[in-house]
């Protein structure tokens, strides 16, 4: 009877070393993917902001008022990136601005002072804007380039 089963040889360093570069190869990989879905899992389905359908916000300086929910968010381009807080006044409900040359939000009711923020600066307001995740509660698109024809 003809066995052709012989025992096998122990594997080179090279080709061990090889294997277990696949192997973790393969569970870094996999790792990234599950990261990457937990991110897309966490990014806004629904409150997107799309700055081709708010110019205001494409240049710094720029600030515009959104629905987030039921709830109005003020969005500043500023110049360290986008800022978004409660619009709404803690003092009086009135709906803040952001001033671009003082960097700062104004509620033009009874001019209390926020910096970028929403932390109050100046009263008559005595509680900070409330503070608005932007990275996780709102998606900001960029503006895409005009086609050339």
């Known amino acids: 009877m003809n066995n052709d089963s012989s025992p096998e040889k122990p594997a080179s360093r090279r080709q061990f070393l090889q294997g277990a570069g696949a192997v973790g190869g ?7 993917a599950s990261a990457q ?3 897309n899992q966490n990014a ?8 081709d359908e708010h110019p205001d916000l494409q240049k710094v300086g720029g600030f515009e008022i959104v629905l987030v929910g039921a ?4 969005v500043a381009h500023t110049e360290a ?4 807080c409660s619009a709404i006044c803690p003092h009086r409900n009135c709906e803040v601005e952001y001033r ?6 104004v509620c033009p009711c009874h001019n209390s002072r926020f910096d970028e923020k929403g932390k109050v600066l100046r009263g008559p307001a ?4 409330k503070p608005f995740d932007a990275a996780t509660a709102l998606l900001i698109k ?3 380039a005009p086609k050339s024809a």
Do not use: C, H, M, W
Request: glycine letters at 6%; zero cysteines.
């Open 81 to 84: 990136g986008f800022v978004a």
């Open 142 to 144: 960029p503006a895409t």
């Open 126 to 129: 005595k509680t900070d804007l």
């Open 37 to 39: 879905t937990a991110l």
């Open 26 to 32: 393969a569970l870094i990989l996999g790792r990234a």
């Open 71 to 74: 709830e109005k968010v003020i």
């Open 100 to 105: 671009a040359s003082d960097k700062q939000f």
């Open 44 to 51: 806004p389905t629904e409150n997107v902001l799309k700055l």
